[in-house]
């Protein structure tokens, strides 16, 4: 929340909105996995502990890293860059960048306690944000792989399914509109102008018509 309530703050002149805000980052980025710099999905509020250790880009943890680099953009404050740019290095290395020592090219969830090992079998339609910050961070080619391989998953099934496996068959069914995979070529296209990703656009358009 931290882009919302730091606008909120500077509308209303009141910083403890953009305060709490990023205090709550500052606390997710200090419980992270000091050895992997990798973080869970979920947390207790109470007590601070991690509930669940699975470390991905997908539910439960796409908004952080994509805040971070936002937050970054909007404030121009270099503590979210520094913080992007660690928690970037750790999910290419670990979770299937073209760097990953463990699952290349999968970006399948890691416990981040333990990053060797899955957490789960399944990718999920959120993670379709990931190439929109490897173009922002300069790893074009590593964003125009995954970017192709979500939209060979979208042709294969007609809509992006909310989960599905490395083979591309479908974990769960369902279709919630989402905008990540539009969003994503929409990134590659004001990037590359190769109008192959206005195509792209054109073919997901049409499939939501349908």
Known sequence: MILEFATLSRLTGNPIYEEKAAQAMS???KQRNRFSDLVGTVINIHNGEWVRRESGVGAGIDSYYEYLWKAYGLLGEPVYLHRFQTHYSAVERYLG???????PFSFLSVYMHKPSERSRNFMDALQAF????????GDMKAAVALHEM???VHRHHKLLPEAF?????????????RPELIESTYLLY??????YYLRVGADILESLNR
């Open 165 to 177: 496996t490395p083979d591309m068959d479908v974990h769960w069914a369902y279709h919630l509109l």
């Open 27 to 29: 606390y997710i980025w």
């Open 190 to 195: 004001q990037a590359t102008r190769d109008p």
């Open 150 to 152: 979500l939209y060979q």
């Open 97 to 103: 960048g073209f760097n990953s020592r463990t699952f």
């Open 130 to 137: 990931w190439p929109g910050l490897q173009m922002n961070s």
